[in-house]
């Protein structure tokens, strides 16, 4: 009998690349408020863990900036029928009461996602995030983020290099 498209992508598509991800990490994170200027570095740990039956990954995290403690959770998935990586977000620092939600490309080694955010308090544009995890090998990652103008401008906001514990 012909496995499924996700039992296959299980074997050897997305979701194997997300299931090699599970796992506990350590990591330094870097993060820009203005472009080219680091404002902070501190450490950071994450805990990714399957859920709905190998669907999705859960990749919750915690670190600390400019010495206020913070933790975030994304949740990830490949989607078949659209071919597309997608995540929702969500985080006690940068994402207030908000959650985004953001989808985007394969890379060769990785993903890269793109979602929106802002406040009607600041004006009516809203901004892009671009964030792409790069596998580097099955103990390394880099998951880094970038902000994008309302005019398509970016500069590098967070990056993470983890290590698995």
């Known amino acids: 009998m012909a496995k499924s498209k996700f039992e296959q992508s299980l074997i050897d598509g997305a979701h194997q690349k997300l299931q090699s ?6 990591g330094t994170t870097k993060t820009w408020f ?8 501190s450490l950071s740990e994450a805990k990714i863990t399957a859920i709905l039956g190998n669907r999705f990954i859960s990749f919750d995290y915690q670190g600390s900036l400019e010495g206020k403690a913070f933790e975030g959770k994304m949740i990830i998935g490949f989607d078949i029928p659209y071919q597309r990586f997608t995540i929702s977000w969500i985080d006690s620092f940068h994402m207030g009461t908000q959650i985004m939600l953001s989808s985007g490309e394969a890379t060769s080694n990785g993903f890269s996602v793109v979602g929106e955010y802002g406040s009607p308090e600041y004006g009516e544009q ?13 103990d390394e990652i880099i998951l880094t983020a970038y902000n994008v103008s309302p005019e398509g401008e970016e500069a590098k906001a967070t990056e993470t290099i983890y290590k698995r514990k």
């Open 21 to 26: 991800l599970i796992g506990n990490w350590k």
């Open 34 to 41: 203005e472009k080219d200027v680091l404002a902070d570095e």
């Open 126 to 138: 809203l901004w892009g995030w671009r964030t792409t995890l790069e596998i580097i090998n099955a």
